[in-house]
């Protein structure tokens, strides 16, 4: 029997969708219920889910925590709450030919999945949510109806049903060999612990397991994409958070992903992928600083993921906006957009200069978090490469972006703002971002950890100005030289080459190869068979010794040598 008070997060969104399709012809009753349902969760959570709520059933011999609430759980309930009213907010204007039911109805059920996934005390409670989050979501890619969105949405659905199987299959393991199922601590000791690693992994978008995120996200709807920036992968860094706090694989790990993506992003053309390259860059600031585990690492982790939802978020409403009113998302096909979209350029600014961690933006508050917990641990040849990350997201997510949406080549494109709800909602996305920049004690003390820390003293403030300088001056320097990567229509792979190409090479090299044994053997065997038809003729033919006419004596003779060696050899 379920025990205690609290409303489950996950039920209020749950209930909230169950209506939205009955509401299809309201658009305004079904705007203001849209905008109801996140503020009412929220109020339940501050108010009725409190540190230490406990909402537990019995299921199949098993006792399962609907709700477990302590301070990182309530962390990540504020934000998802936070993330999905700006992003409701912002797709208001959704019409019927839109797909608005579907993509309304979707996101209620795909934040509610969230919220259930980090209030979760079991893995089987975990479980059902992490599917749930897979197939909510999959319609805000399928929404949009382009063959590209729906082969997407496929593989998406696909990897993340794998990742909830590999999930139910470590959590069977762990309750087979702890005799619980409940969520805690794990570490990197058995097979349980490496299955349930794994599939938050797939679900972090780790190097190798990334490729859903940037083959998807592009593809999404322009609201669809929104939401789908704020839950999936915070979900993975949540659970990493709960599972693996201090596993030092993790700082490899991260270190690699906030790298590896600085080159892709780049080189990229469609923009809304370049955005995807620099979510997986910022995860990985957040999996490095979950990896070493300290407070001050672990605050900095949560932090970040809660900034990102604001900072990431803002700029894919400000391409998502480009995207609603041309059609066009691509670097090469933009440009000169801040004469007719001034305002939509302004909040996409706000949120480049808040992803390159700009002093009084809300990114260096929490970045240099997890940049100080690497020192304070020692990591001193981890730091330059997280160093070296930073200065790549100011390229490519700083500079790129706004530039060449904006200002860049004249397109020659003139178009408007977009609905008045878009720019909400980016107002109080960019309008956060500042507010948490000037004043971090408001985040701070919702982190999980009590830990002392002020971000503005003067080593934190130089050496990021220092950096940010440099990387500015790096690509002002590229372009003034001609070398930095030119804006083209192209397809770039990444991991996925491993199997597009790379495996195509395999399969096309094993193939020659197998070809060229075959006709070898083949050449052998018929020439062989040939030589044996060619010295049975000899000898079986028409003129052949055997069908010559021999005399009777003759081959009594024969006979007879034959009978006297075979004697000799037998009384030998």
């Not at 993330?83 to 839109?98: E, N």
């Not at 709960?242 to 080159?263: H, K, S, W």
């Not at 009594?556 to 030998?572: E, H, M, N, T």
């Amino acid at each position: 029997m379920p025990i205690g008070s609290p409303v489950a997060p996950f039920l209020i969104f749950f209930a909230g969708a169950l209506l939205v399709p009955f509401l299809r012809n309201l658009p305004r009753i079904r705007a203001v219920w849209l905008i109801l349902v996140p503020l009412a969760g929220a109020a339940n959570v501050w108010w009725g889910v409190g540190e230490g709520a406990l909402v537990q059933t019995d299921f199949l011999g098993y006792t399962l925590s609907l709700v477990r609430a302590d301070r990182l759980s309530l962390l990540f309930g504020y934000l998802f709450h936070l993330g999905a009213f700006i992003s409701v907010i912002y797709s208001l204007h959704l019409g019927k030919g839109d797909g608005a039911t579907v993509q309304h109805t979707a996101a209620l059920v795909y934040a509610g999945s969230a919220l259930g996934a980090v209030f979760a005390g079991d893995f089987i409670t975990l479980f059902v949510f992490w599917e749930l989050l897979a197939i909510s979501s999959v319609f805000l890619i399928w929404t949009r109806r382009t063959p590209a969105a729906i082969r997407s949405g496929m593989r998406y659905l696909l990897v993340h049903v794998v990742s909830g199987v590999t999930l139910l299959a470590g959590a069977m393991v762990h309750a087979q060999t702890t005799g619980s199922l409940e969520i805690g601590e794990m570490g990197l000791g058995g097979l349980a612990t490496w299955l349930v690693f794994l599939a938050v992994g797939v679900k972090a978008a780790f190097p190798l397991a990334h490729s859903w995120l940037i083959d998807a996200y592009p593809e999404g709807t322009p609201t669809g994409t929104v939401f789908l920036s704020a839950f999936t992968t915070k979900v993975a860094v949540y659970a990493l958070a709960r599972c693996f706090p201090g596993v030092d694989l993790l700082i490899y790990v991260g270190a690699f992903m906030a790298c590896f993506p600085i080159f892709y992003a780049v080189i990229e053309n469609d923009l809304r992928r370049t955005l995807s390259y620099s979510m997986m860059n910022q995860i990985g600031f957040m999996v490095c600083g979950i990896g070493v585990g300290s407070a001050l690492a672990i605050n900095g982790a949560v932090a970040h993921a809660f900034n990102d939802v604001l900072f990431k978020g803002l700029l894919f409403m400000s391409m998502g906006a480009v995207m609603y009113m041309t059609g066009k998302t691509k670097a090469s096909d933009l440009g000169g957009l801040w004469r007719t979209m001034p305002w939509t350029t302004a909040f996409c600014i706000v949120g480049a200069a808040s992803i390159s961690a700009v002093p009084f933006f809300n990114a260096f508050v929490s970045k240099s978090m997890i940049m100080s917990a690497l020192l304070d641990a020692h990591h001193d040849w981890i730091w330059p490469v997280m160093l070296f990350a930073s200065a790549g997201v100011v390229e490519h997510a700083g500079i790129k972006i706004p530039f060449f949406a904006f200002f860049a080549h004249d397109s020659g494109i003139r178009t408007r703002e977009p609905p008045r709800n878009m720019l909400v909602a980016m107002g109080i996305a960019a309008f956060l971002c500042i507010a948490i920049g000037i004043y971090p004690d408001a985040l701070y003390r919702l982190l999980p950890h009590d830990y002392a820390y002020s971000p503005y003293d003067a080593t934190h403030i130089l050496t990021q100005l220092q950096l940010l300088c440099f990387a500015i001056g790096a690509v002002v320097a590229f372009q003034l030289w001609k070398i930095y990567p030119a804006e083209i229509p192209s397809v770039n792979l990444d991991a996925d080459w491993l199997y597009r190409r790379g495996a195509a090479g395999v399969v096309r090299a094993t193939g020659s190869a197998v070809r060229t044994v075959d006709s070898a053997l083949r050449g052998a065997v018929l020439g062989a068979v040939d030589s044996a038809m060619r010295g049975a003729f000899r000898s079986h033919g028409p003129r052949g010794v055997l069908a010559r006419t021999w005399p009777s004596g003759s081959m009594v003779l024969w006979v007879s040598i034959l009978l006297a060696g075979f004697l000799i050899f037998q009384f030998l």
